[in-house]
């Protein structure tokens, strides 16, 4: 599959040691005025106000009414974002990697930082406070440690991480924490709100940066993880993020966090293009991360590939599809004792649809079964099994192994 060079915004891996022309008209308007109320006390008369002397002077004081007015506005505007900053900058922490070092010559090992991202502390309850990040952010560390507003570090505990959405909620000791954030509304974002993105680019030392810009679009994305290919709901923003930017917050002008940065794209010569997973998205998935450590998924026990992947001869011969057909999944494997096992279902069977939702490849097939099942329902496969059409009841259960 081709697609746009998304990536996660990691920062890289820390080594030892950026009046108008007036026409013609105005101006005579302006000289002639000028001209007649100087001459008017040698010549014994008064200046003549004409309609149309009346009309210019009630335009002209409308037009300054109106940019005093715009002005208010932008400074209006300004003020509250500056304000919804203030808001949120404290609780916009920086989470840092650590992971073991093997020396090549000497074998020894050493803890090194393997590089940098932030966190939002969106909770504290009791002695705790709970920050949520980006899954990769924290993927393969030994330790986490959280950099706060005052520069302490402290540690932190991994509470629970999500490979496929990209998020991770920490822990860290609660007396260190004064500051908040609160959740908004991203359902509600339009196009073209202001909103600003916080955060640490490039590492600790440019802590909490603030970008700001607007709401540019929300779209869904394929984006490859750890645990397979997903397809990533976001906001696209033109606030710049950066590396280092990565699980930081993306708020609106009320101080509210409605996005977690995440991805950028990775193209030269493309700007202004930096994506956040929204908050309606995330909160679900902090909820159960912070209650079970993990998100508790349906599975049906198989392996799967596109049938795009495969070659047209083997399509045709092999699993009796036409040569054209491109559409589907195939199942490649069954699991034993697995849902998949329990309802019949075959190696080279091609599954091309979950209660009458057609399934074009396996990241369909997987978003499907994680945004519209539970564990415990019951769905019906819709296959081909030797080009033959049949439909197979098939009941999820929670996989044990995550």
């Known amino acids: 599959m081709n697609m746009t060079p998304y990536e996660y915004t990691t920062p890289p891996v820390k080594k030892r040691g950026f009046f108008s022309v007036l026409s013609a008209s105005i101006i005579g308007a302006v000289i002639g005025s000028g001209v007649t109320l100087y001459a008017a006390p040698h010549l014994g008369v008064l200046p003549i106000e004409t309609k149309q002397t009346k009309i210019a002077s009630t335009e002209t004081k409308q037009e300054t009414t109106e940019n005093a007015l715009s002005l208010q ?19 916009v922490v920086g989470v840092v990697n650590i992971q073991k070092q093997t020396d090549f010559f000497s074998g020894s090992s050493s803890e090194q930082e393997a590089g940098t991202g932030s966190g939002v502390i969106f909770k504290k309850e009791g002695d705790s406070a709970y920050i949520v ?10 330790k986490v440690e959280v950099s706060l507003s005052k520069g302490e570090r402290v540690a ?8 496929l959405t990209d998020l991770a909620v920490l ?19 339009r196009i073209g709100e202001p909103v600003a993105a ?38 696209q923003t033109d606030a710049a993020i950066n590396p280092g930017n990565s699980g930081g917050a993306l708020i609106n002008s009320a101080g509210q966090v409605i ?13 202004g293009l930096g994506f956040a997973i929204p908050i ?26 596109d049938v795009s992947e495969i070659p047209a001869d083997v399509r045709f011969e092999q699993l009796g599809l036409p040569e054209n057909e491109t559409n589907g999944v195939v199942v490649t494997a069954v699991e034993p004792s697995s849902p998949a096992a329990k309802a019949g279902l075959q190696a080279k069977d091609v599954i091309t649809a979950i209660n009458d939702t057609t399934i074009n490849n ?41």
């Open 73 to 91: 506005q932008t400074a209006s505007t300004a003020t509250n974002m500056i304000d919804a900053i203030n808001q949120v900058a404290d609780a």
């Open 133 to 142: 990040t980006n899954n990769h952010v924290i993927e393969g560390a030994n």
């Open 156 to 163: 932190a505990t991994v509470v629970g991480a999500d490979p």
């Open 171 to 189: 822990k860290i000791d609660g007396k260190y924490v004064k500051k908040v954030a609160s959740f908004g509304d991203s359902s509600s974002l």
């Open 198 to 235: 916080i955060g640490n680019p490039l590492g600790l030392d440019l802590s909490r940066t603030v970008t700001e810009g607007i709401v540019s679009g929300k779209r869904t994305i394929p984006v490859s993880t750890s645990a397979g290919e997903w397809e990533l709901n976001v906001i």
């Open 259 to 271: 996005g977690i940065n995440s991805l950028k794209i990775a193209q030269e010569g493309v700007e």
């Open 280 to 305: 309606q998205d995330a909160k679900p998935i902090i909820e159960q991360l912070m209650q079970y450590g993990k998100i508790k998924r349906p599975y049906l026990g198989v392996g799967l590939r």
């Open 362 to 402: 396996v990241s369909e097939l997987r978003k499907y079964l994680y945004t519209n099942t539970k564990v415990g329902e019951t769905v019906q496969l819709h296959i081909l099994r030797n080009g033959k059409s049949m439909t197979i009841p098939l009941q999820l259960s929670e996989r044990k192994d995550q």
